[in-house]
Structures are given as structure tokens and as C-alpha cells.
């Protein structure tokens, strides 16, 4: 997508209504030329009775009833400009209430489509981006796009059509004195096009710096406590002066520049306004012409002189809603992931790896390399390994966050990648090892995947995930209010609460990623056995570094530098020499000593 595709995708939705705003525009201009020469024809024509020479006011005044008539009632051409008046007043409220309905239908049309976009973005594409900066992206630049249509637009018409129409009109009346009014706009268009050239750079350069500043806004809001658990919090203070020092300066050197342009503009603007007085004196005395069409020289100058001095206001902000539209396209033209195409297939939870490697994109090394294992219906598969050894990078690839790059996955018989995204995340539950709570009451955050599910159904995920007499201890209960990222409970509740949250779902495969660590051994016991119980048929992965996680599992693996090193069940790991056996060991020997003590 292109800006011009942009603009025609997000402008043709409100088409109609934006050439309604032209029309108003353009009445609203023939209104404000047309008042003046009212003026003119009141003061030359009515007042001192010089002949009528346009076709227009000879009509008005046959139908007012004629020069004479009108000497004697001047309050009819006073309601006439009246009348004019109120047209141009109905024309200013119309066009700014179309603007509005506009800007905001594109703005929350662009809203929706970026959230729906950026929801869509492959796992690869958002675990790169930074939160601060996409939020930026949707707020500050959609806002600056939302302005520039609000009225902006408009004014640009406004200015071309006052412009040219205005030197139509003064070059018919006096063609001297028209070129005498229009001697320094060209200067002033020039000096308007120079700066706004200067000032182009910061337009970019400022969005950065705003995206920057946001991110360091939202990483310190959302890690608090880990601030002040350290004593960070001067350093985190700095570090956002730092960066608002740096916006501000760009943000002064941007105004002082527009105050510059603005300076020059409206001094050759005052200069060009008093040597079309002084003219137009000159002409007036000579007789070149007369009081009602010099008073038509001043109020058209006055019309002209403001448009083109705000030209480079125009033209910076034109700039700006560019620069934000391209920060936009660059969300849009990132790749959404396809979970619609594949295979639709009832999953039981067979699951083969076969000599499975992976990569990433821009990596050297392989994460994981010639994986090869089993699992059947109603197993249960332990995985341990030092950290960064690939063990969530594994069950990443079940559920197609990263796809492999060599060898095969099959679920029940069918290749993993040939099965539609939708269907198999939908069958696989996953507990992550940081589990994310939304700013909801318990209950909503345990049936947020599971609208329709009544209270027995929570009840029972809660009681699977031992956590069912926690929440019934709470004063509210399950209508407890859970703060952001559930800052109000332990980290043993936000695992048991998202735990049920999943398991809510009833989905044919569980996944584990060592999401069972912030629990004691006595929790993580019965949560495991009721989990078992759940299902024959479940299939479950578990991740996790206490052997008392993995030792009921009917296969452990044990993964070292993205290969398996070990594979067979508790009995026989800690009868071979290896990682196991030496983890064992250790875990072992400090429960004897916590035992003791």
C-alpha cells in the first residue's frame, strides 16, 4: 500500500461527504468575494450614482426596484449583505461539522483496521517491535492525520479558490493596481516553500523521538516494581529527561523556524496590504477608479494575504500527516499471518517430532536441531534443560508461533504445517511461564476464552487448578477485581488462575511452559494429578526445571544446546549419567537440608 492508496482507501469511505465540504467551500468563498463588491455597488452605484456596469447588480436592482428606490431604502442592499452574511455563517458551521464527522469516521475506521492489523502480525514481526513505539503509531499519528482532514484540507481548497478567483476579479477592475497588490505574494510563497523544505527533517525526527519517549513511558509503568526493587527510580527519571530534553529541543527548533517564516510573512504581508493603500489612494484621487472598487482592492488583499502566508503551516502540516501515514503503512505492509488456509482436523493429540530443526531469520546458529520424539494420546511429556537450551522454542513451533525450518511435525498423521492455524491453536492450551491477567474480575479472567461457560464449568477449572478455596477467601470472591498484569495476587495465584483459564477449554493437548514453578511441590502435585485425571485422552507437555514436575511423566527429554541429550522416564534418567542424574542429585540433597532444618 502506497500513501495515495492510502488516502483513496480511507477518504473514498467518506467521499460523498468530502465533496459536499467542497461545495460548502466553494460558496463560502464566492460569499466572502461576493460581499465587498455588495459594498462597492452600495458606495459607487447606490450612494453616488455612478452607472451600473455588471450584469449581476443590474439584475439586483431592477429587482429591488431600482437605483432610486434603493437611494431611498438602503436597508434593502444592507439585508442583501446581510443575507450574504448569513449564507457565509450557515457555510462555516456546515463545513466544520462535515469535517469533523469525516476525521473522525477515518480515524476510527484506521483505529480498527490497525488494531486489527497489528493483531494479526506473525509472532516473529511482534516479539521485534517495541509496545511504546506501536502505541505512538496508533494514538499520536493517527491523531495527526485525523487534524490535517479535520479542516486542513479545506483550507488548501479555500486558498486556491480565494486566490485565483480574487486576481479574476482585480485584474478586471484595475489591471495596474491588481499587479501592484500581488507584487510581493510570490515573494512571500517563495520564503514559505524555503522553509517549509527546512523544516521537513523534523517532522520525522520528531515521531521518532515522540515513539522513543512513549516506549520508555510504558516500559517503566509496566515494571514498576522491578524500579523500585532495585532503587531505579532517579535513573529511570533521567533517562525519560533525557529523551523529553531531546523532543523538546527538536519540537523548539521546529517553531522557532515556523516563527521565523511566520515573521518575514507577515511583514511583507503588512508591507504588500500598505502599497496597495497608497496605490490605490493614488488611483482614487486620479480618478483611475473609484472609493467602491479601491475598498474591493483592500478587502480582497486581505482575503488573499492570509492564505498564502499560511502556506507553510499548510504545507507543515501536509507534511506531518505524511510522515504519519507512512508510519502507519509501515504496520500495514507487514505481513499478517493466514490462520484461515489448511486443514481443518479433529485433534486427539498424537504428536510426532521427526529429526526437527530450527533457525531463525536472522540467526547463525540452529535454536534446535534434529528433534526427534513421541507422543500419544493421554501421555504426559516432561522437557527440562538449562536455560536458552530451546525448550519453549520447541513448543512454539506445536503451535506454529515460529514454524520449523527442517524435518517434520505431525499431528495425528497430518503435517503440522498443513493444518489450519486456527484449528490447531484452538486445540492446544498453553500456560505460559509469565501469564498476562487483564483488568478484570477473576471469574472473567478464568471464561475470557470461554464466553458461554456457566459457573460450574469456572468452578471446576478453578478446583482442577487448586485455586478454587484461594479466591473463595478473597471478601469478593471470584467477583474480586484483578489489577493490571494481576498485581493484586501472588505468582503462585496469577499461574493457578491462568492454569484455569486454559484448562477451561478442554482442549485435546496442554502445554506447560514451566508455568507450574511459582507453586509449591504440594500444589504442583495435585494440580498435575487432577490434570491427569482430566482426560485419558489429554496430551500434555511439560516444561520445567524441578524434577518433582517431571518425574511422574511417561517420557522426559532432556534438551542441551538445542538437542535432546537424554530421553526415557524418571527410573531410567536417574540411573544414567547426565544432566538429569545431576539435577536430581542436587534437587535431592536440598530437601534432605531443607528437611532438617
Known sequence: MTVNDFIRKYLGKVAIKQLMVFLIVIIYTLGNLFSPLIFSFIIDNVIHKKEITSSIFIFIADKFGGIAYLQKNLWLPGLLLFAVNIVVGLCIFLRGKLNSEIAQNMTENMRNDLYNHIQLWPYSALSKSKT??????????VETIRSFFSGQLAEIVYAVLITLIANIVLFSIDKRLALY?????????????????????????????ESELTTITQENLANLRVVRAFNREKYEFEKFDKKNKELSKIDFEWINQLGIQWGIGGSLSMAQILVTILIGIFEVVNGKISIGQFSVFISYEGMIIYPVRSLARLLSNMGKMKVAIGRLLEIFNEKTEDLESGKVIDIKGNIVFDHVGFQYEDGNLPVLNDISFKITPGETLAIMGPTGSGKSTLVHLLTRLNDYTSGSIKVDGVELKDIQKKCLRRSIGIVLQEPFLFSKTIYDNIKISQKNADKEKVYRAAKIASVHDVITEFSAGYDTLVGEKGVTLSGGQKQRIAIARTIINECPILIFDDSLSAVDTQTDAAIRKAIKGLSKHCTTIIIAHRISSTQDADHIIVLENGQISQNGNHQELINEDGLYKRIYEIQTAMKEIDDNE
Open 132 to 141: 511504546g513505539d506501536l502505541i505512538q503509531r496508533c494514538t499520536s499519528d
Open 181 to 209: 497588490s500581488l507584487i510581493m505574494i510570490p515573494i512571500i510563497f517563495i520564503i514559505s516553500l524555503y522553509f517549509f523544505k527546512r523544516i521537513q527533517k523534523y517532522f520525522v525526527l520528531y515521531d521518532d523521538t
